[in-house]
């Protein structure tokens, strides 16, 4: 455990509000740039509108983000600013932005939770703002919180669950209860979402029967681990069926209610068995949809989606789209331009955090071998030295719960035949960003200049590539040189 001074607290705290600063200015900055409905804002922008003017819909996803979104656009169609552009294609006459703000400021919050994470797991302040800064400089994050749309919200109630279960294993019992209730309901908040958020429950409950096996397997009075992940023995079945089985039932099922009440047509079983039916009927590959892009290619971002394109030099009259750009951006010294927003990541992020993935993967099997190879040697009254020498005893459990919850938000889709994209690895992507940074914060905090000058240099890559890709998260204008320089991949584009 690494302690922090007042010095260093400071500094932390600084660090990270900068870093908030950082994230949220990028998410609202022009905001209502595109005053329209971007990719699936015609589904959750227009169905959140259907239920503030009571309209009937089907909806093939569960409720719980258009719920956020109507709140947002009731709460935005009443302050006093803001409503000089609107458009009517959510079938009201709204403000782009007022369907938008939430989905900003919930994003903006991520990478804290992501840093909050990884601080509780290891009290190391230096691995915390490192996994800050890597979620605050990936743009398929930065594209989901412009816009309307619902994976950030999985996210973010998968990431509190987690946070808020680590927070009830390190208190006492009676804490430990009410933190354990609002892990429940946050992990039932996640499946409300999108029924992929059970990826999250599933790496909990894969780590809690691992966790029991080794306590059954390994004498462990003679391996010392700290962390939290061991206190998970400390909850029996019983607690585990009610706080995270029964509880997430229970939120998920009280959460379709007013949808219900909505749109009656359907009970909740029922609706359960529309939504299974109709993903089930959905297909796969370019005919079903252009951006189509199979599950094992995530990892390396080798099918972006693109949700606007306009070229300017293509269109006969302006663009209504584009009707406040005109004026300002728009002239025939500057045509054609072309304003894209690409739902891709951060390229050299996610390639760097797809091999810092495999590494700890790598590592835990190494370890395995060694305490294999060990058993073995006992028995045989051979001794062996450094069989355990990395990773440390302390940090295995955290490897563990990276690894883990990186395959259960990830090899479940590989059993899925239906249209998948790009955004659905952005659960997954999390835990392999947090171990692309345990690797980073292990090489700045060594003793070896080469591995501290290695972070360093990989951390302004990083940097260095989300400037780069800026222009395609955000929209901005390009020449079609600027946009194709961009392109590295004809599968981009």
Known sequence: MQPISHQS???????????????????FWQLGRFNTLVFDEVYYAKFANNYLTQTEFFNAHPPLSQYIIAIGIWIGSHLPFGQEIVNNETGSTLAAWSYRWVNALTGSFIPLVVGAIAYKLTHRWSYSLIATLLMALDGLFLVESRYALNNIYLVIFGLLAHLC??????????????????????FGASTAIKWNGLGFLLGIYLLWILVWIIKFFIQQKKYEYTSAWQNLTRINL?????????????TYSLLWIPHIILNPKYGFLEM?????????????????????AQWFTWPLMMRPVVYFYKNTGLLDKPEPSLATLYSDIISPQLNPIIFDVHAMGNPILWWFSTWGILLLILMLFNRVWHWEKNRQARRKKIKLNHLFK????????LLLYLVINWLSNFMPWSRVSR??????????????????SWCLDRWLNSQQASLRIMGVTMIFIVLFAFVFWMPIYLGLPLSPQNWQFRMWFRSWI
């Not at 500094?11 to 870093?19: K, L, T, Y």
């Not at 993903?279 to 796969?284: A, E, L, T, V």
């Not at 249209?419 to 692309?436: D, E, K, R």
Request: positive net charge.
């Open 390 to 397: 990395f990773p440390p005893p302390s940090e295995m459990w």
């Open 9 to 27: 607290n400071k500094w932390f705290v600084i660090g990270i509000a900068s870093i908030f600063l950082f994230s949220a200015i990028l998410r």
């Open 419 to 436: 249209c998948t994209f790009l955004y659905h690895y952005m659960g997954a992507l999390v835990f392999a960003i947090l171990g692309f």
């Open 272 to 292: 359960q068995e529309q939504i299974f039916s109709y993903h089930q009927r959905i297909g796969s590959g370019a005919d079903i949809h252009p951006y189509c």
């Open 165 to 186: 279960l680590i927070v009830a294993l390190q208190n006492n019992q009676l804490k430990q209860k009410k933190w354990l209730v609002l892990s429940g309901i946050f």
């Open 238 to 250: 019983i607690q585990l069926i009610l706080n995270l089985f029964i509880i997430p039932i229970i």
